[in-house]
């Protein structure tokens, strides 16, 4: 089944929720960058967080961009999304290797530690949106109720999730996110909060194979949920040799003209997708030549 999200109301609207299915694309995402178990996990969350996020913004051409920087082992992880639920991503050290946590699952927590997450909007306007929080406990989906708790002042409940199977691919993936409306009544708000206290946890949900759909069933069925659409979501890198060539260029004219002196060909790989760029000694001559 190819990863969709599902937008939907509830409550008269007092209610606004998201929700994923990321299993194709975090399983995509683990391939190309042959993460850990721990390390997809959480490069996983954060992909679905941004596939969500990303499809919340207006605008045709505009992008969000998530990052952890952190002291954990995993060292950072960068999410780009697009409006049209396009999303890439990569962390820092896709190897990192940890016990399970008390509970037994993935320790994602530890493998992030603490550090800073940026929620970064471009809109096209001439300084992009920057909201900026310190890690609540590198989970992700708290940190990111703190960021929207904080920077966005808007009442979210967010859970996100991937499972492994024993073979180390993507088992499930996949998350909500829930918010309140600024008008929502008192009542709605603590029945929502406690409706959600009662959830063990999402993993739990994908586990028993609920969609989207069956999931804000699940926690909004209740408050009468509407379902709005279903938008695609996949894992997608605009990357190009043009756009790699503006990289190469950026590690300056000296460098590249001793490249050329030692007849050095040159691969550049995209962080984001892992694809590889070569450039000649040809292709660096003509470079060098346009960087003058
Ligand atoms: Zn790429």
Redesign the pocket.
């Known amino acids: 089944m190819a990863d969709y999200i599902v937008r939907a109301s509830a409550a008269n609207h007092q209610i606004r929720a998201y929700a994923a299915t990321t299993k194709e694309l975090v399983e995509y995402a683990r391939s190309i960058h042959g993460t850990s178990p721990v390390a997809t996990a959480a490069l996983g969350r954060l992909l679905t967080a941004g596939s969500m996020m990303g499809s919340m913004m207006k605008g045709d051409n505009d992008i969000l961009t998530l990052q952890i920087n952190c002291s954990g082992p995993i060292e950072g992880i960068t999410v780009t999304a697009d409006s049209h639920a396009n999303v ?1 991503g990569y962390v820092n050290k896709p190897e990192v290797m940890l016990p399970a946590s008390e509970k037994g699952k993935l320790d994602v927590g530890k493998a992030v530690g603490s550090g800073v997450l940026s929620v970064i909007k471009d809109m096209g306007l001439k300084e992009p949106y920057v909201g900026q929080i310190n890690l609540v406990s590198g989970e992700i989906a708290e940190d990111l109720t703190y960021y929207y708790a904080t920077s966005e002042q808007v009442p979210t409940s967010i859970a996100l999730g991937v499972l492994m199977n024993k073979n180390n691919t993507v088992r499930q993936a996949g998350g909500f996110i829930i918010q309140m409306m600024p008008f929502a009544d008192e009542e709605v708000v603590n029945k929502l909060e406690s409706k959600i206290n009662e959830i063990n946890s999402i993993t739990s949900l994908l586990d028993a194979d609920m969609t989207p759909e069956m999931i804000l069933e699940y926690v909004l069925g209740e408050f009468g949920l509407e379902i709005m659409d279903q938008i695609p979501t996949k894992f997608y ?3 190009s040799k043009e756009r790699v060539e503006k990289a190469v260029i950026s590690i300056g004219k000296k460098d590249i003209a001793e490249m050329i002196e030692d007849q050095e060909p040159i691969e550049v790989n ?6 590889h760029y070569c450039f000649s000694v040809e292709e660096l001559k003509k470079i060098l030549e346009m960087s003058r």
């Not at 995209?270 to 694809?275: E, G, Q, R, W, Y």
Request: charged letters at 20%; a positive charge.
């Open positions: 890439k890198c605009n990357c995209c962080h984001f997708c892992s694809k």
